[in-house]
RNA sequence: GCCUCGGUAGCUCAGUUGGAUAGAGCAACGGCCUUCUAAGCCGUAGGUCAUGGGUUCGAGCCCCGUCCGGGGUACCA
């Protein structure tokens, strides 16, 4: 797929080619056109060249034949643009051959620079604030979870990359009924049951009782609807639900023993997420949390009704009409006081644009709640924050299994940490049964078969469009071969390979020889090259971790193709030797770049 | 109902402002390790791009209709 990525206005000898194409309409056809009407494109695979210009849109001045166009065209450059040494026209394509001195210069650009492709921040970049994760504190992160960090955190790589200061936040859903019910099912039926006495993680310990609690009271639900009760009264006036209602009133009340139990609780899950956050390998720069934010928002909605932004209804709810907007009316705060979801994001939004300079808040958060993110644009907005607008919802697909939703409560979710576990246990007996890694000590094969197993994982995820639903299926997704993580990972490993025999045999990279008449392969290879720093640029404009690995796999495939039918070591002719190794480090160097963006981590041998 | 997103090979996915014969991986079949790592490379097979119209020199991509699917539309988060 030679033709996925834009080059437009990216490489300079592109501008000169639709400089001089516009030039060329003008002095041959005596007619001014629009730079946007001149359409350069990598050539693609099947034909000869490396730049094409499609002459289409030139006809109507030339009011010539396609062919009769493009030689016209073709003529001109050739004279007039000193990188280009041939052309050739098929139809209405002008093929463009590029010299082989221009591929080496940029090569060699591309190899000098060890941030090739990254732009550095200053203290003047803007500074890009991201939430991501937001997890509830009542059950363990599963796949879902895995989504949104992988894309949470490689957004902001690739936004770093792109010369932004970057603030990774998270918000922590840490009150309300939902945590009140594991809390009170731990009260009834625990036993005093801790992460130390049972052996369980925190957050698996807490989630067995948020689904302990689910159980019971469907339970007593069941047994209420036997003798006699309706459906609708039987959900509200379960023991279990009056008792989980009764501990969140208790909560705001801050009755002491309910505020210890919570903050013990919570204990337990902050410190088991710890692990898996670690083992994911993301991180956060400024936590919030909801049972912090959610009295500032509760406040700012109390101000939009003193104010006559917001309406109350008779039973003491409060309002937004948003039907001058095209939507609907919105409920800001229960009759009860309390307050919803959309309180609480309200109050973080502003608690965070208090304690940062933010030129741009992006929220990582699931397409089902979109309309969330659209009213909470148009509130802020409305409350007369200026920044309200702006605010940028990334908004990411579902992960679906193949027997359709992940439910928690159901018990149909695939777990974070023991995906991970499987993931890290097939990477060993892969490892183990190729026989790879022979002779590394323990803890150095360890820590390889962890970068190959999180870099399947992370690869299969964010390879997708974000924007898209993803399936995954746990049997089958767990590849190590193809177009996946280990496979660039792979790639790496052979390349690092390779540099550690050149260095055994002294061999010492040279400065390139600029005469040299680059091969096919080796251009084909110098194209992708170059394109890394677009497709970085790209990625940041379209926040997209999917163009990243679409390139990295692309720039990997060419060169396994490469490496498979030359030699570079063998090579008998000194200055094509150093071409090729200096090639191979330069495209480490980008997989290694690449797989950062990803939070991927690379390996020396597999 | 209304709003919104999607439908590309058996499966999972690419396919940039509309451009040449729609591409990968997996699965299937057949080749390639005395040669820098075979977690690799090569080949075969696999498509009415949901569907019907339209715009255009040119449509998987743009416009309209239809069918199918996801999500939203809660005093849930």
């Not at 990598?42 to 396609?66: A, H, Q």
């Not at 958060?365 to 605010?391: P, R």
């Not at 390349?495 to 061999?507: D, N, T, W």
Request: aromatic share 10%; proline share 3%.
């Amino acid at each position: 797929m030679p033709r996925n990525f834009k080059i437009q206005d990216k490489m300079t000898i592109d501008l000169i080619i639709r400089d001089k194409v516009l030039e060329a309409v003008e002095k041959l056809y005596e007619q001014k056109m629009p730079v946007e009407s001149v359409q350069v494109q990598i050539t693609r695979k099947e034909f000869e060249g490396d730049l094409t210009v499609i002459v289409f849109p030139f006809l109507r001045f030339s009011k010539k034949s396609p062919e009769q166009t493009a030689e016209d065209l073709g003529n001109y450059l050739l004279q007039n643009i000193n990188e280009i040494d041939k052309f050739n026209v098929v139809k209405g394509f002008l093929n463009l051959g590029i010299s082989s001195s221009y591929w080496l210069s940029v090569l060699n650009n591309a190899y000098a620079n060890p941030d090739f492709g990254f732009k550095k921040a200053s203290d003047e970049s803007p500074l890009v604030m991201v939430e991501y994760s937001s997890p509830n504190t009542n059950k363990p992160l599963h796949l879902g979870h895995i989504r949104n960090n992988l894309l949470g955190y490689s957004l902001c790589e690739i936004l770093k990359a792109n010369g932004n200061r970057v603030v990774k936040t998270n918000i922590v859903n840490d009150r309300g009924i939902h945590i009140c019910k594991s809390m009170l099912a731990w009260q009834q039926w625990g036993n005093g049951e801790t992460p130390e006495s049972s052996g369980m993680k925190g957050d698996h310990l807490v989630g067995k009782y948020y689904v302990l609690f689910d159980k019971e009271y469907k339970k007593e639900i069941a047994g209420l609807v036997a003798s006699g009760m309706g459906n609708d009264d039987a959900e509200q006036n379960a023991p279990s639900i009056v008792a989980a209602r009764e501990l969140l009133r208790k909560w705001e009340n801050k009755d002491p023993e309910t505020i210890g139990l919570w903050k013990t609780m919570n204990g337990w899950v902050y410190k088991g997420f710890d692990v898996t956050y670690k083992k994911m390998g993301v991180d956060f720069d400024k936590i919030y949390y909801e049972s912090e934010t959610y009295i500032i928002g509760r406040d700012e909605v109390m101000r939009g009704l003193n104010e006559g932004i917001f309406y109350q209804k008779e039973d003491g709810s409060v309002w937004a009409d948003l039907t001058a907007d095209g939507l609907d009316h919105k409920i800001l705060l229960r009759s009860d006081g309390t307050s919803v979801y959309m309180t609480q994001d309200i109050g973080t939004a502003k608690e965070r644009f208090n304690d940062y300079t933010i030129d741009k808040m992006i929220y990582v958060v699931g397409n089902e709640q979109n309309y969330h993110f659209q009213v909470l644009s148009i509130l802020l907005d409305k409350l007369g924050f200026e920044w309200g607008k702006g605010l940028h919802h990334f908004s990411y697909g579902m992960v679906e299994l193949p027997n359709g939703k992940m439910k928690s409560r159901e018990g149909t979710v695939v777990d974070a940490d023991d995906l991970i576990e499987e993931m890290v246990h097939v990477a060993r007996k892969t490892s183990e049964e190729l026989g790879k890694l022979e002779g590394l000590p323990e803890h150095e094969a360890e820590e390889t078969f962890r970068l190959i197993a999180l870099g399947a994982l992370k690869y299969f995820i964010l390879k997708v469009d974000p924007k898209k639903n993803m399936l995954f299926n746990p049997e089958e997704s767990i590849d190590f071969n193809g177009n996946t993580g280990p496979f660039i990972q792979y790639t790496y490993a052979r390349i690092q390979s390779v540099l550690r025999k050149a260095a055994e045999q002294g061999i010492v990279l040279q400065p390139l020889d600029m005469n040299l008449d680059v091969a096919a392969k080796e251009q084909e290879l110098i194209k992708k090259v170059v394109l890394f720093e677009s497709v970085v640029e790209e990625a940041g404009n379209l926040y997209s971790p999917a163009l990243i690995a679409n390139y990295v796999y692309d720039l990997v495939k060419e060169f396994n193709q490469f490496y498979h039918d030359f030699s570079i070591l063998k090579e008998e002719n000194d200055q094509v030797r150093n071409l090729r190794l200096a090639l191979a480090e330069t495209i480490a160097k980008i997989i290694r770049s690449g797989m950062k963006l990803l939070g991927i981590g690379v390996v020396e041998r597999m």
